[in-house]
């Protein structure tokens, strides 16, 4: 009989093979962990490698569970709250210890999420230092190598050892000079226009990977620069656009004004992803939980869909 390697299993692996019980479907079981369907797919491909089962068979538009899935529904539950009793009698102080941490992540993310982190760190005297280095478009490397602890983007990386969330979600919008121009009212309009793009150091540029399903609508830039800081100083005083996430009105697009775009696009979602080595790690699980707080903050503040100077909204 094939003896099962039980020391690749941990509780994401455990939780997500349930909700994928729960759900009968990849799909759902995604929505409903906040995760890519590419994620949960790495995760049953190991579990089906750990337990050599199928696990899941496909059964019309959704899955049935083979018997030894079925046999494992509540072993994995008394597991998961096993883990979560030996957590919950774990003690972690912030204020206990110091702490550092390197998170990749490009300056968009970087500047909505965790100035406030600072600043509340800062009042309760939690000795937390940070170390915040570029994402572009990230690779497995950049955690399973160690070279960072944890990294926020639109395009998580996915492999069976890293863990993501979604964060929040926004739509990509037209940013530009209120005082020169007018929002594009159509595609044409749009083609027409000049503009000012980032092209990330490490690969990609921001609108051409967001905006993936709608890239037949993107010109060709007039301006790349290297990070989202870059883009007023080209913009202001100007008639060309920028095409960036909507809560770029919260940070180093506030003084332009934002608009829809005049073309359907889906809306993009900002992931947190880190490795499952560092799940259970009390201080590497409070530093998710006051980045997913400072997040709820973020989705909170949508502005109405028509044109708006942003210049005056900031988040408190």
């Given at each position: 009989m094939r003896?099962?390697?039980?020391?690749?299993?941990?509780?994401?692996?455990?939780?997500?093979?349930?909700?994928?019980?729960?759900?009968?479907?990849?799909?759902?079981?995604?929505?409903?962990?906040?995760?890519?369907?590419?994620?949960?797919?790495h995760t049953l491909a190991k579990l089906r490698r750990i337990f050599g089962d199928p696990l899941f068979v496909r059964s019309g538009q959704g899955l049935t569970p083979t018997e030894t899935a079925l046999s494992l529904k509540t072993p994995a539950r008394d597991v998961?709250?096993?883990?979560?009793?030996?957590?919950?009698?774990?003690q972690f102080d912030p204020k206990s210890e110091a702490m550092h941490f390197v998170i990749a992540a490009n300056d968009m993310q970087r500047d909505l999420i965790f100035p406030e982190i600072v600043r509340s760190t800062h009042d309760q005297d939690i000795r937390l230092s940070l170390e915040l280095i570029p994402s572009g478009v990230p690779s497995v490397a950049l955690l399973r190598d160690s070279r960072c602890d944890l990294i926020l983007t639109p395009l998580p990386p996915d492999a069976p050892d890293l863990i993501q969330q979604k964060l929040f979600s926004g739509m990509m919008k037209c940013f530009f000079d209120g005082e020169e121009t007018e929002p594009p009212g159509s595609i044409q309009d749009y083609q027409l226009a000049e503009h000012v793009t980032v092209h990330f150091a490490l690969g990609g540029a921001s609108d051409e990977v967001l905006v993936a399903p709608d890239l037949q609508h993107i010109p060709k830039p007039k301006i790349t620069v290297s990070n989202f800081a870059g883009i007023t100083s080209f913009i202001r005083g100007t008639k060309m656009l920028s095409t960036q996430l909507e809560y770029m009105r919260l940070s180093s697009l506030r003084e332009l004004t934002q608009a829809p775009l005049p073309f359907e696009s889906e809306p993009v979602s900002i992931f947190m992803v880190w490795h499952e080595r560092s799940n259970n790690d009390p201080a590497h699980k409070w530093l998710r939980d006051n980045v997913r707080q400072i997040a709820g903050k973020i989705e909170r503040l949508k502005l109405p869909e028509e044109a708006v100077s942003v210049g005056t909204h900031q988040m408190s």
């Open positions: 003896e099962i390697d039980f020391h690749q299993l941990d509780g994401q692996i455990l939780r997500t093979f349930l909700v994928i019980l729960e759900e009968s479907s990849v799909s759902r079981a995604a929505e409903r962990l906040e995760v890519t369907q590419s994620a949960v797919s998961l709250n096993r883990l979560k009793g030996l957590t919950d009698q774990r």
